[in-house]
């Protein structure tokens, strides 16, 4: 890792600058909270969104705050220049295309903290961005783009992020912006342990157009989610990973926790756009056909998406 210049103490004196590559809803929500804490951010988004955040500001629509904040927008990933934290956020699928589009721009002290769905992006982006920092960060929060430049927060919140040299400050920053904020050596169990999560969730959530809630009152799926984690957590073995916490409970208390968000597919087969289901179940059933594993309930979700994904298309 590249020694960074990202103190506690200077943070704390100073701030700095942030920068948020794919500033949708999930960039959206981190960026906007930091920019609240006194921080400068500029948000690198659609330019729709664009449009709308310099002319009004982001409208935050959060379980305790209703406010427009006032950052910083462009469509253009040179605005990365001088930040020395950028909030890598965008698609599984765009993660070494968007790299290479900010990396003439990167200070030689950045920070790309990943926010991203999926396992491997972090490394996938360290191929790209070679000799810059690049560390991982666990998402969970429930939060969708309403309308352009308008985030609608739906739950939850926190980030776990890996050690790195500047994972003190980004986190005592983060903390200092009412973002939860762990520091985990098991960073890898985290990825997993909120990808079965996805692999869940989301293509259910897709397939029927339904939040968590409602999917999971549906006959039988209760059951389909247990042998889609079942057979994560197979693969998961062979791949060596300790996978954190207790997923199976985890999986029961995540609708409980939002009931009415929709999953990230879901948002994303609505508007017609590419789902990132070759990085969640799509994963599975790749690594699980290479390590000898049968994962006939991850193949049927992945194959429902991917063919609604082809009828939008």
């Not at 809803?25 to 330019?47: K, Q, S």
């Not at 310099?54 to 462009?74: C, I, N, P, Q, W």
Request: charged share 20%.
């Amino acid at each position: 890792m590249t020694s960074l210049p990202l103190t506690e103490a200077h943070v704390a004196k100073n701030g700095f600058k942030v920068a948020v590559m794919g500033a949708g809803a999930v960039g959206c929500y981190f960026g906007g909270m930091l920019a609240r804490a006194g921080h400068e951010v500029v948000l690198i988004a659609r330019p729709q969104h664009v449009e709308a955040i310099t002319r009004d500001g982001l409208r935050m629509e959060t379980k305790t705050f209703d406010e427009h904040v006032r950052l910083t927008a462009s469509s253009e990933p040179s605005a990365v220049q001088g930040a020395k934290l950028v909030l890598f956020c965008v698609k599984s699928t765009d993660t070494e295309s968007a790299g290479a589009q900010i990396q003439p721009y990167l200070a030689s002290d950045a920070l790309v903290l990943t926010l991203q769905n999926g396992v491997d992006n972090a490394d996938r982006l360290r191929t790209v961005l070679s000799g810059t920092a690049v560390a991982v960060a666990v998402v969970y929060v429930a939060v969708e783009m309403a309308d352009p430049g308008h985030v609608r927060h739906h739950g939850r919140g926190e980030l776990v992020i890996e050690p790195c040299n500047a994972s003190q400050a980004v986190a005592q920053a983060l903390i200092a912006a009412s973002v939860p904020t762990e520091i985990s050596g098991n960073v890898r169990g985290a990825l997993w342990a909120k990808l079965i999560l996805n692999c869940a969730y989301n293509a259910v959530s897709a397939i029927t157009q339904l939040p968590y809630g409602k999917t999971v009152a549906g006959a039988g799926i209760k059951d389909v989610m247990r042998d889609v984690v079942a057979e994560c957590l197979a693969v998961a073995q062979l791949e060596g990973v300790q996978v954190a916490g207790d997923v199976h409970a985890a999986v029961e208390k995540l609708a409980d926790s939002m009931p009415n968000q929709y999953s990230s597919t879901a948002q994303d087969l609505a508007r017609g756009k590419r789902s990132e289901i070759d990085y969640l179940n799509g994963l599975i059933v790749q690594r699980g056909a290479a390590l000898g594993v049968a994962t006939p309930v991850n193949r049927v979700l992945w194959a429902l998406v991917k063919l609604l994904e082809g009828k939008r298309a």
